[in-house]
T-cell receptor, first 111, second 114 residues
Framework: QKEVEQNSGPLSVPEGAIASLNCTYS??????FFWYRQYSGKSPELIMS????GDKEDGRFTAQLNKASQYVSLLIRDSQPSDSATYLC???????????FGTGTRLKVLA | NAGVTQTPKFQVLKTGQSMTLQCAQD?????MYWYRQDPGMGLRLIYY???????DKGEVPNGYNVSRLNKREFSLRLESAAPSQTSVYFC?????????????FGPGTRLTVT
């Protein structure tokens, strides 16, 4: 089992819809969770961090964390073509504090 | 603030050549990292420096060396480049080591080894 797993996609959604991206992790003791956006040929850009169970909202983005089920998700409301990118989930594991990235989910927002 | 900067942006090397990738951050961060990103493999940690004066191996350190020159700068050296080191290299930094600190990435270096 990979330490951080994401569906590679592509996930295609129409413009204006809600895009839902999911990530599961294996280390139950993990404490910090991050979502990065990476446009093709560019570097990862931090968009959300979440540390407690529940939802955290920032503009059109909502991160959701469920430590009991070991998953973290990212919702993008009113999706725009400019949201088309690969979204990386990252987790800081317990103990060694390794920062582990998933392989990313490619999102395509169709105009 | 420039954030995290990397040089060069692109580089082509022949097998066996050496080179150093430079990274600098102006955010007064304590921790710095080097990653490589390959298609389908995601970001893999090569080396990291939790604080000035320390460096440690990550997941894929073979064929690389690093130097934490000062708090701002962290360089990655390829002593004898191999085609398997063709990749995109990212430097990142964070205020501290471990949770809850977020990492911020530089623009990357696209390296091709022929």
């Amino acid at each position: 089992q990979k330490e951080v797993e994401q569906n590679s996609g592509p996930l295609s959604v129409p413009e204006g819809a809600i895009a839902s991206l999911n990530c599961t992790y294996s280390d139950r003791g993990s404490q910090s969770f991050f979502w990065y956006r990476q446009y093709s040929g560019k570097s990862p850009e931090l968009i959300m961090s979440i540390y407690s169970n529940g939802d955290k909202e920032d503009g059109r983005f909502t991160a959701q964390l469920n430590k009991a089920s070991q998953y973290v998700s990212l919702l993008i409301r009113d999706s725009q073509p400019s949201d088309s990118a690969t979204y990386l989930c990252a987790v800081i594991t317990s103990g060694t504090y390794k920062y582990i990235f998933g392989t990313g989910t490619r999102l395509k927002v169709l105009a | 603030n420039a954030g995290v900067t990397q040089t060069p942006k692109f580089q082509v090397l022949k097998t066996g050549q050496s080179m150093t990738l430079q990274c600098a951050q102006d955010m007064n961060h304590n921790s710095m990292y080097w990653y490589r990103q390959d298609p389908g493999m995601g970001l893999r940690l090569i080396y990291y420096s939790a604080s000035e004066g320390t460096t440690d191996k990550g997941e894929v350190p073979n064929g690389y060396n690093v130097s934490r020159l000062n708090k701002r700068e962290f360089s990655l050296r390829l002593e004898s480049a191999a085609p398997s080191q063709t990749s995109v290299y990212f430097c990142a930094s964070s205020e501290g080591w471990g949770p809850p600190y977020e990492q911020y990435f530089g623009p990357g270096t696209r390296l091709t080894v022929t």
